[in-house]
């Protein structure tokens, strides 16, 4: 069974560069890596996502290996209000063309002042 | 710009009353999406619509109904409240012109059904 492995909890100090891991048991070429994050009590929240080639927007960046099997997210400066769960999604971009999404367990980041 | 809206943000229902959710969008989003979210269970699809007056079914689409007659809102009717249906509901959009996968959710609904 393909898995998507994500650390259950991480911590960061506030304006220091939190950087999130994940994991693919396997992916093949047409599946892109998806970054969520919800806030608690908010609703989810897209961030990035990517193929093969690193990317960056004006939320985070996110480092794809060669093999694609993992990735990070990375958040370079992180404040309080980056407290959440992330959700790291591996998504088939020829699938179901209405984008249903799909969340696993996630990984709670906690930035500390 | 407002993005997502829901209303109301929490309700409290008997079962078997009836209710509707309301999401309105200003970004003239063509889709928009009904979620559920529940402890463990994560976030699922109820129903979707592709554009103004068309919808379809999800994952978990029995106990709803949604209508989408005007392109900026979607509405999620509960006929017969169950208290299955106590969670957290999430409305959701996206533009035509980015992939599928890129959704701007609402701040979310909590229904508690007693």
Redesign the interface.
């Known amino acids: 069974d393909a898995k998507t492995t994500q650390p259950p909890s991480m911590d960061c100090a506030e304006g220091r560069a939190a950087n999130l891991p994940c994991n693919h048991s396997t992916i093949s070429g047409n599946e892109y890596v998806y970054w969520y994050r919800q806030i608690h009590s908010q609703g989810p929240q897209y961030i990035i996502h990517g193929l093969k080639n690193n990317e960056t927007n004006e939320m985070a960046s996110l480092i794809i290996t060669e093999d694609r099997k993992s990735s990070t997210l990375i958040l370079p400066h992180a404040t309080l209000r980056d407290t959440a769960v992330y959700y790291c999604l591996k998504i088939n971009a020829g699938g179901t063309s209405y984008g249903k999404l799909t969340f696993g367990q996630g990984t709670i980041l906690t930035v500390h002042p | 710009n407002a993005g997502?809206t829901q209303t109301p943000k929490f309700r409290v229902l008997k079962t078997g009353q009836s209710m509707t959710l309301l999401c309105a969008q200003d970004m003239n989003h063509e889709?928009m999406?009904w979620?559920r979210q529940d402890p463990g269970m994560?976030?699922r699809?109820i129903h979707?619509s592709?554009g103004e007056g068309t919808t379809?079914k999800?994952?978990v689409p029995d106990g709803y109904n949604v209508s989408r007659l005007k392109k900026q809102n979607f509405l999620l009717g509960l006929e017969s409240a169950a208290p299955s249906q106590t969670s957290v509901y999430?409305c959701?959009s996206?533009t035509s012109q980015t992939?599928?996968?890129?959704?701007?959710?609402?701040?979310?609904t909590r229904l508690t059904v007693t």
């Open positions: 997502v889709y999406y979620y994560g976030l699809l979707y592709v379809a999800g994952e999430f959701a996206r992939g599928p996968y890129e959704q701007y959710f609402g701040p979310g």
